[in-house]
């Protein structure tokens, strides 16, 4: 499949509405740009965690099994301040769009349930959930308002049943995508006539991946990033402004 060339004639916003409008299944699928309107610094902005620190060691599992501690003493602000983080305009916009019938899914690589927070009702996280968490040692099952005074203390959890370490149900670098999330997202984006990615680079997978099977099942694609990614070349319409795009949509539905 080769990219469609002349990106200049895609930034038009009136096409977006136009595929919108024409699409009866449209997925969106979102970044951590759309959680940085909430405050959240993203990985690969221009202000983001990237520039200051490895992000992808805070999330490394062969470094969380050797030292937890790294992990709860780097991460209180990207997973456990979230009580005080509000859902930003693009997740609002996102579920009254799903209300309105104009977005059926939200696949998301992110891990705030922000989206949920918001209203969306049917979101695949195909990076886990920072929601739940288990132990490492026996299993026990936990929620993020058990384990989230400790964890924002830069403590590590502890089990209650047996003292063994808390591990979030969040997919770190080195483990697998969740299964039952990843068949969900390639069902939603194989049958999707249209999918609008939002706030992200595309360039991590295998979640980059269901833009390739929406692609390969005939579906057409939406950028919306103030980066370029390599989708924009196979892209239908561009934007660089999810402001924009927000606006845009509340007045065309």
């Given at each position: 499949m080769e990219p469609s060339?002349?990106?200049?004639?895609?930034?038009?916003?009136?096409?977006i509405i136009e595929l919108m409008k024409n699409s009866d299944y449209t997925i969106a699928f979102t970044g951590a740009g759309v959680s940085t309107f909430s405050g959240l610094k993203d990985f690969r902005g221009e202000k983001g965690l990237g520039k200051i620190m490895e992000p992808e060691k805070i999330f490394d599992i062969h470094i969380f099994n050797s030292d937890p501690s790294f992990f709860y003493s780097h991460a209180r602000e990207l997973v456990y301040d979230l009580e005080n983080i509000?859902?930003?305009?693009?997740?609002?916009?996102?579920?009254?769009?799903?209300?309105a019938g104009a977005v059926q899914a939200v696949i998301t690589q992110n891990i705030d349930r922000l989206h949920q927070r918001a209203g969306s009702k049917k979101v695949i996280e195909v990076h886990g959930t920072a929601e739940?968490?288990?132990?490492?040692?026996?299993?026990?099952?936990?929620?993020?308002?058990?384990?989230?005074p400790a964890a924002a203390r830069g403590d590590?959890?502890?089990?209650?049943?047996?003292?063994?370490?808390?591990?979030?149900?969040?997919?770190?670098y080195g483990?697998?995508?969740?299964?039952?999330a990843v068949m969900e997202a390639l069902e939603a984006s194989s049958k999707a006539d249209l999918i609008i990615a939002l706030g992200s680079t595309l360039v991590v997978y295998p979640?980059?991946?269901?833009?390739?099977t929406s692609l390969q099942n005939?579906?057409?694609l939406i950028v919306v990033n103030n980066?370029?990614?390599?989708?924009?070349?196979?892209?239908?319409?561009?934007c660089t402004d999810l402001e924009e795009f927000c606006r845009l949509t509340a007045e065309g539905f």
């Amino acid at each position: 499949m080769e990219p469609s060339i002349n990106l200049a004639d895609k930034v038009s916003m009136g096409k977006i509405i136009e595929l919108m409008k024409n699409s009866d299944y449209t997925i969106a699928f979102t970044g951590a740009g759309v959680s940085t309107f909430s405050g959240l610094k993203d990985f690969r902005g221009e202000k983001g965690l990237g520039k200051i620190m490895e992000p992808e060691k805070i999330f490394d599992i062969h470094i969380f099994n050797s030292d937890p501690s790294f992990f709860y003493s780097h991460a209180r602000e990207l997973v456990y301040d979230l009580e005080n983080i509000r859902p930003s305009l693009v997740h609002m916009e996102l579920a009254r769009l799903e209300k309105a019938g104009a977005v059926q899914a939200v696949i998301t690589q992110n891990i705030d349930r922000l989206h949920q927070r918001a209203g969306s009702k049917k979101v695949i996280e195909v990076h886990g959930t920072a929601e739940t968490a288990y132990c490492r040692s026996c299993g026990e099952r936990y929620y993020y308002h058990d384990m989230a005074p400790a964890a924002a203390r830069g403590d590590v959890p502890r089990c209650r049943e047996c003292g063994g370490v808390i591990k979030p149900d969040i997919t770190f670098y080195g483990e697998s995508l969740p299964e039952r999330a990843v068949m969900e997202a390639l069902e939603a984006s194989s049958k999707a006539d249209l999918i609008i990615a939002l706030g992200s680079t595309l360039v991590v997978y295998p979640a980059a991946s269901f833009i390739d099977t929406s692609l390969q099942n005939g579906g057409k694609l939406i950028v919306v990033n103030n980066q370029p990614t390599p989708y924009d070349g196979y892209a239908a319409a561009l934007c660089t402004d999810l402001e924009e795009f927000c606006r845009l949509t509340a007045e065309g539905f």
